[in-house]
């Protein structure tokens, strides 16, 4: 089994998350909060913010919130400078989700992008939707 000691969320599952902290990205990321380390670099959390400033998120989610979200992730998270160019995905956006998985040395790489999801396990990095990294948690919990 990899390592879940360290995790990294693409930025769909921290949008998500951000939005819906009951549903299921929401609780993929509270649990990681709680027990893991989680990695985010430069570029991901630049892509993060970007998305949540979008107009459509306006009706979901207000400008304080979204910064207390974002100040709160960025306190809880260990920022990584990924120094390897990756250039394995088919949407050369998300390699830089890949290049902070092996940056950081995540066991982890939890993502609903069927463009990452087929990479799966990526150099040992498991590449998982936030359903089966909930459900690893709980299994893990539940021993």
Do not use: W
């Not at 939005?19 to 991901?44: D, M």
């Not at 979901?60 to 992730?73: G, V």
């Not at 956006?93 to 982890?108: C, I, Q």
């Not at 609903?112 to 990095?125: A, E, K, Q, S, Y």
């Amino acid at each position: 089994m990899a390592d879940l000691s360290r995790v990294v969320f693409d930025s769909s599952v921290l949008v998500s998350a951000a939005i819906f902290p009951k549903s299921t990205p929401g609780l993929a990321l509270a649990a990681a909060l709680a027990e893991r380390s989680i990695l985010l670099s430069a570029p991901t959390l630049r892509e993060v913010t970007e998305v949540l400033e979008r107009p459509k998120f306006e009706r979901y989610m207000t400008a304080d919130a979204r910064d207390r979200f974002l100040e709160a992730l960025i306190r809880a998270t260990t920022p990584i400078e990924p120094l390897e160019a990756i250039c394995a995905c088919r949407d050369p956006k998300d390699n830089k989700f890949l290049e902070l998985a092996v940056a950081g040395s995540a066991g982890y790489l939890i993502s609903g992008d069927d463009d990452l999801l087929v990479l799966n396990p990526f150099r040992g990095i498991q590449i998982v939707p936030p359903a089966e990294f909930v459900e690893l948690l709980d299994h893990l919990g539940s021993n």
